[in-house]
């Protein structure tokens, strides 16, 4: 079945520092790929998506490419501020999943000062 | 801005007691959802709805229930509140577009704890 993999946390960084954040996917058919985040105390809300292959989804300076080649969907940032610190999840879409959101397990980011 | 809303957004309740969690979104979405979220972090999708008078099980067996009588409303239920039932539960809606995927609207959460 679909299933999303992407790392453990809590990832610490210090502000402006370097963001990725892993996400492999196992779809058998042509998923949709989302990043959503959840900041502390909230519901999660959309960061970013892209819905076919070697498209790049980018919002608030993160961004992440569709590599169906790898099957991944790694969240990047050039500079993480400390506003940035919550929990990531990345899921995938799909007609096989009847359209149903699959969530990873989430990564918790930290930035500190 | 998404419209969606979870009352109450806290809860603390005796063993026993029967609990309704609301969710209501102003969106006119066809597709609505429930999760819960262990203290891990990971989701776990309970129920979800297509329209009025449709609703399934989700990936995760629960003992609640849900009824969807009005679009913009999907009630939860647990009938006999027991603290294994202690989690945080998120609702969430999107549009049905041709069956395509689409973005899910999440409302804030209620933080259920169940003494």
């Known amino acids: 079945g679909n299933s999303v993999t992407q790392m453990e946390g809590p990832v610490t960084l210090s502000e402006e520092a370097f963001l990725t954040i892993n996400c492999t996917y196992t779809a058998t058919g042509y998923p949709s790929l989302f990043w959503y985040v959840q900041y502390p105390g909230e519901g999660l809300q959309l960061l970013l998506k892209?819905?076919?292959?070697?498209d790049k989804g980018s919002n608030k300076g993160f961004e992440a490419t569709y590599r169906k080649e790898t099957t991944s969907f790694h969240l990047e940032k050039g500079s993480v501020q400390v506003s940035d610190s919550a929990v990531y999840f990345c899921?995938?879409?799909?007609?096989?999943?009847?359209?149903?959101?699959?969530f990873g397990s989430g990564t918790r980011l930290l930035v500190r000062p | 801005e998404a419209d969606i809303y979870q009352t109450p957004r806290y809860l603390v309740i005796g063993t026993g007691k029967k609990i309704t969690l609301e969710c209501s979104q102003t969106?006119?979405?066809?597709?609505m959802y429930w999760y819960q979220q262990d203290p891990g972090m990971e989701l776990h999708l309970i129920h979800y709805?297509?329209?009025?008078?449709?609703?399934e099980k989700g990936d995760l067996s629960s003992e609640s229930t849900v009824s969807r009588i009005r679009t913009e409303h999907f009630p939860l239920t647990l009938e006999s509140a027991r603290p294994s039932h202690t989690s945080q539960y998120l609702c969430?809606?999107?549009?049905?577009?041709?069956?395509?995927?689409?973005?899910?609207?999440f409302g804030p959460g209620t933080r259920l704890t169940v003494t």
């Open positions: 892209a819905t076919k292959a070697d």
């Open positions: 969106m006119g979405h066809d597709k």
């Open positions: 969430a809606s999107s549009d049905l577009q041709g069956q395509q995927p689409d973005e899910q609207y």
């Open positions: 899921a995938l879409s799909d007609l096989d999943s009847s359209y149903k959101l699959i």
């Open positions: 709805s297509y329209g009025v008078n449709s609703t």
